[in-house]
């Protein structure tokens, strides 16, 4: 599994919790399913997840949060590498110059 600037813990910011209350309803409950870090804290792992994010991304304190989804990692003994990139926004460059290293990320979880 791998990652371009996501919203890995919607439950806990406002982004998350506008679009889970528009399309599975009210009860956080049920919540949990769609989101990466309720799922790490249920026990789910997957192999080495790689996420890049762009730290000149507007959004990132406010809506993103990885550091939340990476303490959950680390504390529930999930695979992660977290790649922070000065400079970067959420656009297009910055899926562009990292997308390889992504594709081959799944290239060896494929051959594994």
Known sequence: ???FAPISS????PWGAKAFGGSLG???ATW???DATALV??????????????LADKV????????????????????LVLR??????HGYFF????ADDHLRHHARGLAA
């Open 32 to 34: 949990a399913a769609c």
């Open 60 to 79: 990132l304190e406010r809506e993103l949060r990885p550091e939340i989804f990476e303490t959950t990692c680390r504390l529930h003994g999930q695979p």
């Open 26 to 28: 009210e009860d956080r």
């Open 10 to 13: 919607p439950s806990q910011v």
């Open 95 to 98: 899926v562009s110059t990292f």
């Open 41 to 54: 804290m249920e026990g789910r792992r997957q192999s080495a997840i790689l996420i890049d994010q762009g």
């Open 1 to 3: 599994m791998s990652a």
């Open 84 to 89: 922070r990139h000065a400079g970067h926004d």
